[in-house]
Structures are given as C-alpha cells and as structure tokens.
C-alpha cells in the first residue's frame, strides 16, 4: 500500500483548529492528488453529531476554497464521525471497530495517523487507550501529531513525554509546530547555506544582533480560557520563537537531512544561555494590553476579554535577549519580541551586521570613527503576511558630492505566488503522511526549549507585573525599546 493509504483519526474534530486548518489542508492534498481515494477520516469528539452533520461541518470548513458540489461531497464522503468520551474505555472498541471496517472498505493496509488536536490534558490518556484497546496491532504505520502545548512547563513536558512513549516511538511522534510549516521559515536554511555571501558572514565578527519579531494584531479572541492559563512566554516564545532562532543559529549541517538538522539545531538550543534570576530581569520585559484605538477601531483592555480573570497578570506580550554561549554567537544579543494587539500582524528577521571600521564619509563635524549617519546593513526576512527578503545597503546620492544614503534591494513573493503555494499545516500532514520529521520538534528541542523558559517564568513569578503596561494598537511597553537601547541597539522594525 502507498503511504497515503491512511485512516485519520482526529481527535478534537469538532474544534476550531479542525475546521480552520486540518480539513482544508486534507482538502488541499487530496485536491491536488497528493491524497488518493484511499483515505478516510474518523473524527472524534464529545458531541453526538452524526455524519450527516459532520459532512456538512468539513464542507463548509472548505468552502473558500470553491470546490465544486460534486469535490466537495465526494472528499466529505471520506469523513466518518464518532461521538467520544476520551477516557471511557468502552468508546475505544466502538472507535476500533469502526477503524477495521474503513480499513477494509478503503484498502488501507493498516497505515494510521493519529491527530491530537484537543486539550493536552487528554493526550496522555489517549494514547494509552490506544494501545490497550489494540488499535496499534495492525501492520502498516501508526504515527501521532499532537498539537502544542507540549506540556506546560518542563517537569510535565517530560512526564506527557513518558507517557507517548510507552506506546509510540520517537520516530513516530510528529510534535507540531506550524511555523516549521511556513514557507519562509523553511528558506531560512536556503538563504543561509546557498549564499556564501551570508554564510561566511554569519557569526560574532560580522553580526552586531539579531531581531526575531512575531508581532500580531488579534488579540485572545475565544481563546481567554487557554491563554490566561499560559501567557506569550508560553504561548510564542518556548515553541515558534525559539524554533526560528534555533534555525538562525545553528551550524551547517553536514546534509540536508533530518537526524543532521535536528542534531544542530539541538546544540544550538544547548548553548542558548540559561538565565539566573538577575539576568532574567535584565533580559526579559512582558507587558499586558490595557485598551486602545488603532484606526478607527477601539479595543477593550485584555482583562476584559471572555474567558480572562480580572485581576489577571498574564503577559500578552514578551520581549527579551537570548545569548548564545559559542564560537559562533558569543556576544551577540539576540533580541526577540512577540505580543497580542500590536500595530499589525508581522514576523520577521533582522540581521543586523556590524558598520565598517572607519566613515569616510562622515561630516567634518563627528569623529573619524563616528559611524551614526551610516545605517547598518541589515538583511530582513519576511515571513509573513509578505514573504521575501530584503537587504539594506549605504550608496552614493546620485549628483555632485558624496553624500551617501541607504537603498534597499528588496524581493518579494507575488501574491499569487503566496496563494497558491501549500499552507503550513498541509505541508506538516503532507510530511507526516510521508514519513518525514524534519519539521517537527524532537523530544530534545522541546525539553530545552522548557528548561529556557522556566527560567524566566520562575523568576517573572517572584515579581508582581506592573499591569497593564502597553496601549493596545502599539508595539508593546516602553521597557521593549529600553531593552535594546541600552545595548546601543533599536528595532529595526518599527511599524
Ligand atoms: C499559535 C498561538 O501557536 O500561533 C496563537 O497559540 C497565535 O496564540 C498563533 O495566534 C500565531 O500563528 P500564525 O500562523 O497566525 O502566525
């Protein structure tokens, strides 16, 4: 049988993740024949909705895609629904039967991927009662992608860890992280190891700081239950923000292949320096919107958001500086950022490389080594809404004189192109569908990543906050600007 033989079995399916991503990605594949006829998905969740309505539910989560009636319902003809308690044994024999039939029906040969995409306070119990109800024995291939949070905190990072790994190995665990799915964040490694120009550049003796910028405009929306429990530090930083970096920040990998990636980007995270309580209050600043305009829009403070305590101290917004104890990095701040209800929604990268030593072009009234009317090169990397890259120079002013000034060398992905090239999360399945882990976050990145960031939630906890600190609509508290420039540094992206 194909790889692509394959029953799904999505837990969560009645929820937004499903509906928003994971059946247009499904969608997106089989459109594109990237999934054959020969696939099936269970979708489990606590409503008693029959399959009637659950096809209804997967078309209308595919509707902006304008599939024609007859698409849309032979690839709703796929989905099977089954209402399910998680931790009631006697639901998993109903979910295995149900499983061999449409083994049978569709050919499948026993090749299954299991979709964890509910609270993560489940996973462990799930594959658990995978394993004892049977549904592992069949030959074919049995992987699970589970969603983030993985884990809160290290300690409970490691025990979920034991518990999958009781029942799968390893290699058969695909931890999501979307952005690993983005297209500009997999032409990081493109951009740093085909251009000999950045990559002999790429170290302490040419980059003066590094600028990790995940800005967003939303705020919690219906998520106030879940982000109040975690923050931004959680939410952004531990995963995404530190995946980026690790990717900026590692060696060359000896192939382009998924055990050498991942064995740099793993020393990369070994050398990110693990914060003391002081350093932590040096380095890291978090802020919490209080209400704001942005246009001619108003939004309320965040502890006003359903679902947010009142008195909450959950920062919605981070900002902070990694070191990076190496040969390659030392001394050079990595400075990132990320928050709810900015200016606008924006990731990107600034590399920022150092001046030359001398200004020759300085006005005779600053010092020959004065180099402030020079802006440095920075290279940028857009990662979304736009994708593409930029380069900032310092040339001539055309016309008599020397007076010098920045052009800027800027490409960009069309819309078009944007549009029609696959989304993060249909690019993940596709991966996980094809045995393929590169893009997912080992066990060994997750548990750095923690004990990284435990180290400045343990010393946030010690400290009252000082909220609400920033207007929403703004990029972020005062501190994020101090931040840099006590260093002599600023944002270089400032919308
Ligand atoms: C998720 C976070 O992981 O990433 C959300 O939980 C956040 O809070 C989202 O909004 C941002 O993803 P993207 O793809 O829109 O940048």
Redesign the pocket.
Known sequence: TENTNVLFTIFGATGDLAKRKLYPSLFRLYKKGELSECFAVIGTARRPWSDAHYHEVVKESIASLEPTTEEADKFASHFYYQSHDVSDTSHYSVLKELTDNLNEKYQLGGNRLYYLAMSPRFFGTIVTQLKTSGMLNTDGYHRVIIE?PFGSDFTSANDLNNEINEVFAEKDIYRID??LG?EMVQNISAIRFTNNLFESMWNQRYIDNVQIS?A?N?G?ED?GGY?DQ?GALK??VQ??ILQVLSLLAMEPPVAFTEEAIRSEKIKALKAVRLYSEEEVYTNFVRGQYTNGKLGDKEFTDYRNEPNVAKDSTTETFVAGKFLIDNFRWSGVPFYVRTG?RLTE?G?RINIVFKQVPINVFRSNTTEINDKSELPPNVLTIYI?PTEGFSMTLNGKEIGQGYATKPVKLDFRNTAEMVENSPE?YERLIFDALNGDSTNFTHWDEVAQSWRIVDRIRAAWDKQDPDFPNYAAGTMGPESAFELLQKDGFEWIWQP
Do not use: F, G, P
Request: glycine share 0%; aromatic share 10%; charged share 35%.
């Open positions: 983030k979307h952005y983005k995940l967003e939303l919690v998520r982000y975690s939410d952004m995963n995404h709810k929604k990731t979304q993060a």
